[in-house]
């Protein structure tokens, strides 16, 4: 298979008055053609850091400081802005957190997704991009009809559904979705995910959704990278990560995450909060509140390694390890 | 049955006037909170659960008198509390109840020190001493987990995390005892690590002063931990009540069944079936005689479309308001 995006050693920082803060530290992963991953951790985390750097959409303070992100081959970091325009959209596009008000009010709906296709491919004429306007309606569940109407008149998952169209305009190799759900009711939450993993199987395109909510992330990812204090502590399939979860904070999160299925359980809590990024710690940065912390993960940071395959933990204490593969990184 | 009754809600109705000028009286209203009935018994948590303008925070805002009821009649430790015209009333009232808001970055006036927002209903109560205030202030401080509390008094709520000022927010609430207080979505703002500890802290703090609580959240999973009975609104209606238990192992109305199968389960193995419910939720403005859920509900039938479904008790206190179901627990073929 092929990787669509390849991120290596990324570091984005933000430059402060206070100092540093170092908001995606060492992140890496690799997506490959039709793959959903879910990146998953608390608000501060730095999951929308990374997903703003992939899309080159930083605040005048962020630098990338290093690392390389290579979508297609190209490495787009380095490429000028004028051709980052071109991969924006057409190449990589995002749903954005609160969706709903991502559109423009006093603009009709319709023009709104006719101007990003007309912008990134001015060969298209105005009578094809509403054609095409009215099949995407079609795909993502909305009558065609409705084009014409303006935000107001649409309901809060109508809008949701139009923004997903207005993603899916230029036909991207990848889309972004940060927290597409999170202000939606449970219900129009479930048909959207729905409508959602249907068009990316059917269109074959690589996800990512970005979420604090576990439970969604399980339904939609087929990969799960957990975020904590700007890094990626452990990344897996899903099914690993929810069966045998490695690292300590990702055994916390899924024992505190109330379910309405099976017998109700006793939650566990994990004690303290997130640190403090700025001027972060050069220890492990879930120390503090990790119940097997020991000195050593008081002296230095933990690497990020494949304890089995394809299984990557940042950790010194890996829990629920098969036997022999706990001897062998021990 | 049994055990004393805190709070008891008849018939409880509030309508808004959709459109006021100066010179036409208004004409249309939304039904936001129409025709609740139930109670909450000593030291008992109630969860009530519904969509996003269902009339869940209306419900709580009216019981606490930050509304005026349209219609019905709240009962508090016994006494009629529907209408509070004398302000001994109305100072004992207060005194009693409470509630805590979602948005802890609201909630807290950020020109004010912890001491001074934790001690605001003492104030306001004008109870004991300055120094007696400061003691109680420490107490609860130190009750909901901010510690070492002297460190925090001269505070202000932007030197605190978002976890830290919803404990701030439980203390204020808490400092008077209440008997009674309305929660209307504490945690939905917090973080999960943070949402555990706060909700863990609340259940502790319930058991340990005996309160009786009205839990308001959107979240069935929530409300299963937190709440020994769950009521589940849609569009200003009871549409079911039940232990909790009971009412997630065994819900009966259909848009009970649609909320619980719409649920995420952290578990990538187990793959839902949902239940495919029509359209989006609507206003209940002036709404027409039948089930409100008829436009939407897979199973509506001709009568559903004739008059309102009461709620019955199908037995084991699981009531529910559905024509699909019977006193005794059948359902009508």
């Known amino acids: ?330 | 049955m049994s055990g004393e009754i805190v709070l008891k809600v008849e018939n409880l109705s509030k309508f808004f006037p959709m459109k006021k000028s100066v010179f036409s009286r208004a004409k249309h209203f939304l039904h936001a909170v129409d025709n609740l009935n139930f109670q909450i018994e000593k030291g008992k948590v109630l969860s009530l659960v519904g969509e996003s303008g269902c009339g869940k925070t209306t419900t709580g805002k009216t019981i606490l008198k930050l509304y005026e009821p349209t219609g019905g009649k709240i009962t508090f430790l016994g006494k009629d509390v529907t209408h509070l015209h004398e302000a001994e009333d109305k100072r004992w009232f207060h005194s009693k109840t409470q509630m805590i808001f979602q948005d802890p970055f609201e909630s807290l006036n950020p020109r004010k020190t912890i001491f001074d927002i934790v001690a605001e209903p003492m104030n306001i109560q004008n109870f004991g001493t300055l120094k007696k205030r400061e003691l109680m202030v420490m107490d609860i401080l130190k009750r909901v987990g901010i510690s070492p509390p002297d460190a925090f008094l001269w505070r202000y709520p932007h030197e605190l995390s978002g976890g830290q000022r919803q404990r701030v927010a439980i203390a204020r609430a808490l400092v008077m005892k209440p008997e009674f207080v309305v929660a209307d979505e504490p945690t939905s703002m917090l973080d999960v690590s943070i949402r555990t500890q706060v909700m863990k802290l609340m259940m502790e703090l319930i058991k340990e002063m005996n309160m009786s609580f009205l839990y308001i959240t959107h979240d069935l999973a929530v409300a299963r931990y937190m709440a020994d009975e769950i009521s589940v609104m849609y569009l200003g209606r009871m549409v079911e009540y039940a232990d909790s238990e009971e009412l997630i192992n065994n819900p009966l109305h259909p848009y009970t069944k649609a909320l619980i199968s719409a649920v995420p389960v952290p578990d990538p193995e187990f793959k839902r079936k949902s239940v495919e419910i029509k359209g989006g939720i609507g206003k209940p403005i002036d709404p027409l005689p039948r089930c409100r859920f008829y436009d939407r509900c897979p199973f509506a039938m001709e009568i559903c479309n004739q008059k309102e479904p009461e709620l019955v008790d199908v037995g084991q206190n699981h009531k529910v308001a559905c024509f699909l179901y019977k006193k005794d627990g059948d359902t009508v073929a």
């Open chain 1, 1 to 330: 298979m092929k990787a669509v995006l390849e991120v290596k050693n990324l570091k984005m920082y933000y430059d402060t008055q206070a100092g540093q803060v170092k908001a995606a530290d060492n992140i890496s992963f690799s997506l490959y053609e039709g793959e959903s991953m879910g990146l998953v951790g608390e608000s501060g985390c730095g999951k929308t850091s990374v997903s703003m750097s992939i899309m080159r959409l930083l605040p005048e303070n962020a630098r990338i400081i290093s690392g390389n992100i290579f979508f297609g081959g190209k490495d787009i970091v380095k490429i000028s802005n004028e051709d980052m325009n071109k991969v924006r959209w057409a190449g990589i596009s995002m749903i954005f957190q609160a969706a709903m008000n991502s559109l423009n009010p006093v603009y009709r709906v319709g023009d709104q997704i006719i101007e990003a296709i007309t912008t990134h491919e001015p060969n298209v004429t105005f009578e094809e991009a509403r054609q095409r306007v009215a099949s995407l309606y079609k795909l993502v569940g909305l009558d065609p009809e409705r084009m014409d109407n303006y935000p107001h008149e649409y309901s809060g998952g109508m809008k949701q559904r139009a923004v997903i169209a207005m993603s899916l305009a230029c036909n991207p190799k990848l889309i972004i979705a940060d927290e597409p759900t999170t202000a939606l009711d449970v219900i129009v939450q479930d048909t959207i995910l729905r409508e959602l993993e249907k068009i990316q199987k059917k269109l074959n395109m690589s996800m990512i959704y970005i979420s604090h909510d576990i439970a969604v992330i399980a339904e939609v990812a087929s990969k799960i990278a957990i975020m904590y204090a700007g890094k990626i502590v452990e990344m897996s399939d899903s099914i690993t990560i929810f069966k045998r979860p490695a690292h300590p904070y990702t055994v916390g999160l899924m024992s505190s995450f109330p379910s309405i299925r099976g017998p109700k359980k006793e939650l566990v809590t994990i004690p303290g909060e997130p640190p403090n990024l700025l001027n972060a710690p050069d220890h492990c940065r879930f120390a503090p509140r990790c119940p097997f912390a020991t000195d050593e993960c008081w002296k230095k940071e933990p690497s990020y390694e494949e304890i089995e395959n394809n299984h990557f933990v940042a950790c010194f204490h890996p829990q629920n390890l098969k036997k022999q593969v706990r001897n062998n990184v021990g």
